[in-house]
């Protein structure tokens, strides 16, 4: 087994020059999510008319953040994991599994920094606030909270919502390696298309599920989530379409670092003198 391990490594090394620099760049990303996660943001000012947004009740996260993590790290390498014993491809598999990470986090990183500056109140902000919250809109609108820090520092980071995040960069970065892998878009009347292509949407409807959820637990309003969501639309495109080929191409199944090299300029033509 550590013979084998050893092997695995020695070519991820030799097919990347630059794992280590790879893997650094991911655990700096890491620890920089984590310190804004804990955070203090900034405290927006409630206006007296805005009051019903906030009043909704408090309950807990019908999916909490740390096991939804776990679930799509598990899911992804389940998955790359199986295509790797189909494709026996280590280059792929190494890639597929920087790309997950890259996207996951940095996509997450980013919406920690805008929920700091933002500081939209969560619709159950109120129940975070207050132990008894107060019937007066003004009173409620000043908002003068009287529990612990950092659950009112939490109510103020609605805006956008890193459930919606992590879900669509992790669940949307699979389907399109699963595309990419099962060659859905790039095979037309290929066997078993329905299969392939169920395979490749399950990921996004799971996605879409765990940012839905986030508006049924009264945890962030709509727009939070549709922002959210697009944040991690667009980091999944991009962290994959720097390994890999996009969905329609004639060859998606192989990595960019598969293509061709780039052509060569011709040699300069020989000097032609007239007489």
């Not at 695995?8 to 310190?35: G, N, Q, W």
Request: contains cysteine.
């Amino acid at each position: 087994m550590i013979n084998w391990l050893k092997l695995k490594i020695a070519k991820c090394l030799i097919m990347r020059d630059d794992i280590i620099v790879e893997i650094c760049s991911r655990i700096i990303i890491i620890v920089i999510f984590v310190i804004t996660d804990y955070a203090a943001p900034f405290k927006r000012k409630i206006q007296p008319e805005e009051v019903w947004l906030y009043r909704f009740p408090h309950s807990e996260d019908f999916i909490p953040f740390k096991s939804l993590q776990i679930f799509i790290i598990a899911f992804a390498i389940m998955i790359i994991w199986g295509i790797y014993q189909h494709n026996k491809n280590v280059q792929d598999a190494g890639s597929a599994i920087l790309g997950i990470t890259l996207s996951m986090y940095l996509s997450t990183t980013v919406t920690n920094f805008i929920k700091l500056v933002v500081g939209r109140p969560r619709p159950d902000f109120f129940e975070r606030c207050f132990e008894q919250p107060p019937e007066d809109i003004n009173d409620l609108a000043e908002a003068k909270c009287d529990r612990d820090d950092e659950i009112v520092d939490q109510g103020y980071k609605s805006f956008p919502s890193g459930h919606a995040t992590i879900a669509f960069s992790g669940m949307l970065y699979m389907s399109l390696y699963i595309a990419h892998t099962l060659k859905v878009f790039a095979q037309r009347h290929s066997r078993y298309s329905s299969i392939r292509l169920c395979a490749t949407i399950l990921p996004v409807v799971v996605a879409v599920l765990v940012a839905a959820s986030r508006t049924a637990d009264y945890h962030h309003h709509w727009q939070d989530v549709l922002v959210g969501s697009l944040i991690g639309l667009v980091f999944a495109y991009m962290c994959f379409r720097q390994s890999f080929h996009g969905p329609l191409h004639k060859s998606p199944h192989l990595p960019v670092l598969h293509a061709s090299p780039p052509l060569k300029s011709p040699p300069p033509m020989a000097e032609v003198h007239l007489y």
